[in-house]
């Protein structure tokens, strides 16, 4: 039977990975608080496809720049609720007076620029969902972010390997930027990928990605 990777006490962890309380081995970042621990454990890396998963993931990555990802997390069901489950749709109709709303909603980020972004962003997902009706290309944003897919993955052995941009990130971002879409850059766009399983960043070494 198999059983989860743990850590035997006369090897050394390398830098950024930690030996946690239940015997398991997690990127530092992810290794204390609970919240962090449960989205690396069961959702992050994971493969999502289908547009809004990856649209909301696009607005939220968006969001989270300049802040803590443990900020935009512990806000989701909040932002969720405020862009209508980040159905591109719903969120593409936003007029002024819902920019005006959201900037007074307490469970969100109040940052009038991400916020007209999201916005903004979604009439771009609409856009190449209706240009793609009519080219051989991606149907829509989720197939246009995974055709991205590095043909080889990253294997970092410590916190300091861990890559912020990828040449496949440089040209998703400025792809997208091309497109009318803001708040995509490369290191953004990289989270964006290995958050949804396009790429795999994880430390070699954690309960997720053994030796």
Sequence with gaps: MNTPLTQSADLPLASGLTL????????????????????????????????????????????QAGLSWRTVLAKREAFRAAFEGFSPDAVA??????????????????????????????HATLAMRNTSE????????????????????????????VPTQLPESVALAADLKSRGFKYVGPTTMLALMAAIGIVNTDIVGTHRRPR
Excluded: M, Q
């Design 20 to 63: 946690c309380d239940d015997g398991l081995i997690r990127p530092t970042g992810a290794s204390h608080d609970e919240l962090l621990r449960s989205y690396y454990d069961t959702e992050w890396g994971l493969p999502v496809h289908d547009e809004a998963g990856v649209f909301e993931r696009l607005v939220l990555e968006g969001f």
């Design 134 to 161: 009519a080219t051989d290309g991606p149907s829509h944003l989720g197939e246009f972010v995974w055709s991205y897919r590095p043909t080889r993955d990253p294997r970092p052995r410590s916190h300091n390997e």
């Design 93 to 122: 109709a936003f007029s002024t007076v819902d920019v005006e709303r959201l900037t007074r909603d307490p469970g969100i980020i109040h940052n009038r620029r991400k916020i007209e972004a999201a916005i903004s962003n979604a």
